[in-house]
């Protein structure tokens, strides 16, 4: 039954309607408008009949010609969609035009050069690069390197053209994403990055390595390696140029490493171990020859920047090289770099010199801690109060609490820098005297940060349950989860598992329950974030106990819906099963029966970084047989049909590099990438 409309609905009907109407009529109107009429259309399939039949004949003469006379047509009128070229059509032109150039080109009018240019210009901008490339490497080869210069700033230009006005039809990334793990395929782009190869060796024939460099900086492309070897092999017969342009790359991939801080920083802490410390010593000397050099393109530090120094180092990176350099063992490179950087005129700030600071705690090393902390108050840099908080850290972790305790008497009274960050300070020196047992100390603290600040955050208190658990006080951690309520300040995942760890330490078969009892008293309602953390921290404490509570848990969150384990969760007993030294190998393969079992039923399956996890877990296993569970899983991974990525290979490489068992690769056929290469060359070198 129609309903009767009231007449504010029906002005509402109109004002919704009318604007609707006008808009299909509108439309309607411009597509009679646009409609091609069969002239245009016969005239369109004419020429793409002509270029068709010219790719049959390979010529690719004529198809240039019937292409340029449909792009005339095309000028002339004002449907541009109707004589656009299939993009198909596009790419067999190209191809052709790569094939038979060299045959063909030297019967060319000038007319006809011109039409090849502008073919080769136009189909690059829709990532079809070969007409393009073959016309840049026979400048190359004719020793006109502003040709090509000129070539590639066109093309840059149109690529600007079409992303402006929004015709580019094909991808408009230009490369790829400069990380330190492998080479990001989904993102390459062969042919833009053959053009850049192509342009840098027209500026090292030019000798403008400042152009190659802005040029190099501006396409956001790193060449993998097979890509410059194509272009070094079509140099072969001029080895001159050939050693030129590869050491323009090998500048240029530095100077795009120092250009993005963070992934700098990244890779250098990824090699920062004993046994990469060549590929380390090498980046830095790479670096330095960068900044003093015969031909210096980086500065120290962005005040030196200039018109041939034109990307600086941070401190922030060079923080990076003198943590990696005392991880490697290699106090002798880091010593090295601070004389170098002194010759060069920086000084390091306080930044730099608490994470030497923060390396030597790590390290437990408080003799080079304090030598470190008078060298730096020698030099006129005051400390901070990171800086107290890294020197306290060295000496309570080195047994030494009363020189701990005298810098943080010194703290009170010399540094007043920044209030929120005293907590850490004083979080440190709670950490240090529970450590040692000095509970009245450490109560007597946590008064005064009461009374006087900085009030005690989660860590705080967490410090505490970690003490009494220790002490199986359960009294004592029920006070402080009493403390914490009052403060208001509710638990976290350690809070919650360091509490567990406690009660199954004494046997207590309810653990689980109780502990999901006090997360729902405090008003916290687990999620499968909160779930898959506790579990995590349970399979590190590496006992049957921590492996039975993660498996309750695990239990628990399978009969809940709105819990359901995912990959991550199942990842965290798999990984800490291939890590634990607590649980034989019998128990710890039945109880990953299960699990695989358990995703199974749940339909998940192993992606790609899961098995990176597992593998990096079983090799970095303390069990003398650990290699072959990450073997297993390679073997794994095969049957899943996944590919053995360089990634597993590095992973597994290290691994065996450290265990002197490295053999397995090299029956594999597997091609290696660049990063994999430099570690199977390190190893061999050892």
Request: aromatic share 6%; charged share 25%; net charge positive.
């Amino acid at each position: 039954m129609l309903r009767n409309i009231s007449p504010p609905s029906t002005l509402n009907l109109l004002e919704f309607l009318v604007p609707s109407l006008i808009c299909r009529a509108r439309a309607f109107s411009i597509a009679a408008a646009a409609k091609p009429n069969p002239a245009s259309r016969t005239l369109h399939n004419d020429y793409l009949l002509e270029i068709r039949n010219a790719l049959g004949a390979r010529n690719i003469t004529a198809a240039l010609g019937h292409w340029r006379s449909l792009k005339q047509q095309k000028e002339r009128t004002s449907d541009e969609d109707l004589y656009r070229l299939p993009e198909q059509t596009e790419r067999q032109i190209a191809t052709l035009f790569a094939t038979h150039f060299a045959i063909s080109h030297d019967q060319w009018t000038d007319d006809m050069k011109t039409t090849a240019r502008n073919f080769a210009l136009e189909a690059a901008t829709h990532d079809i690069t070969d007409a393009l490339d073959t016309l840049m490497l026979d400048h190359i080869e004719r020793n006109e390197p502003q040709t090509v210069v000129n070539l590639y700033t066109s093309y840059c230009q149109m690529l600007k053209n079409a992303a402006d006005q929004g015709t580019q039809t094909v991808g408009t990334e230009e490369g790829l994403d400069f990380s330190d793990g492998e080479e990001g395929d989904s993102s390459f782009n062969p042919g833009r990055v053959s053009l850049l190869l192509s342009v840098t060796t027209a500026h090292a024939m030019k000798d403008c390595f400042r152009e190659a460099l802005d040029t190099y900086l501006a396409a956001n492309v790193r060449p993998p390696s097979y890509r410059k070897q194509k272009l070094f092999q079509s140099l072969r017969n001029n080895t001159g140029l050939s050693r030129k342009v590869q050491k323009y790359l090998e500048r240029l991939g530095i100077a795009s490493l120092v250009s993005r801080p963070t992934s700098l920083s990244k890779h250098i802490m990824n090699i920062a171990q004993p046994r990469t410390s060549k590929m380390l010593e090498q980046l830095y000397l790479d670096i330095m020859d960068g900044i003093s050099g015969p031909e210096p393109y980086l500065a120290t530090e962005l005040s030196g920047v200039s018109s041939t120094r034109r990307i600086p180092m941070t401190e922030a990176a060079w923080t990076a090289f003198q943590t990696g350099f005392i991880k490697c063992e290699r106090p002798d490179l880091a010593a090295r770099m601070w004389d170098d950087l002194a010759k060069c005129g920086f000084s390091p700030g306080v930044t730099m010199w608490t994470a030497l600071l923060d390396t030597h705690a790590d390290l437990r090393d408080s003799r080079q801690a304090m030598a470190t902390w008078n060298r730096m108050l020698e030099q006129g840099v005051k400390p901070d109060t990171l800086s107290y908080r890294a020197i306290i850290t060295a000496l309570f972790d080195d047994n030494k609490p009363e020189d701990a305790l005298i810098r943080f008497r010194e703290y009170h009274r010399t540094c007043k820098d920044n209030s929120e960050l005293a907590i850490y300070v004083y979080n440190t020196v709670l950490r240090g005297l529970l450590r040692i047992n000095r509970i009245k100390d450490a109560n007597s603290l946590m008064t005064i940060m009461h009374k006087k600040g900085p009030n005690p955050d989660i860590i705080s208190y967490n410090t505490f349950l970690g003490y009494y658990s220790r002490q199986k006080d359960f009294k004592e951690l029920s006070n402080v989860v009493a403390q914490m309520s009052a403060a208001k300040i509710p638990g976290d995942v350690v809070t919650f598992s360091t509490i567990l760890t406690a009660l199954l330490n004494v046997g207590r078969k309810d653990a689980t329950a109780t502990i999901l009892n006090l997360m729902r008293k405090q008003g916290i309602r687990p999620n499968v974030a909160t779930y898959s953390s506790i579990i995590d921290h349970q399979m590190r404490q590496q006992t049957e106990e921590s492996l039975a509570a993660a498996l309750n848990i695990l239990d628990k969150m399978e009969k809940d819906e709105s819990t359901k384990p995912n990959e991550v969760t199942y990842t965290s007993i798999l990984s800490g099963l291939y890590r634990d030294q607590g649980i034989s190998r019998s128990r710890a393969e039945a109880v990953r029966k299960d699990i695989v079992a358990r995703m199974r039923r749940a339909n998940i399956s192993f992606r790609l970084p899961t098995y990176h996890i597992l593998i990096r877990a079983a090799m970095d296993s303390r069990d003398p047989k650990g290699y072959l569970d990450a073997l297993a899983l390679m073997e794994e991974m095969g049957r899943q049909g996944l590919p053995l990525t360089n990634t597993v290979w590095y992973i597994l490489l290290a691994g065996l590099m450290h265990r002197e068992l490295w053999n397995k690769m090299t029956s594999s056929g597997h091609e290696p990438s660049p990063r994999l290469e430099k570690l199977i060359n390190d190893i061999i070198r050892h």
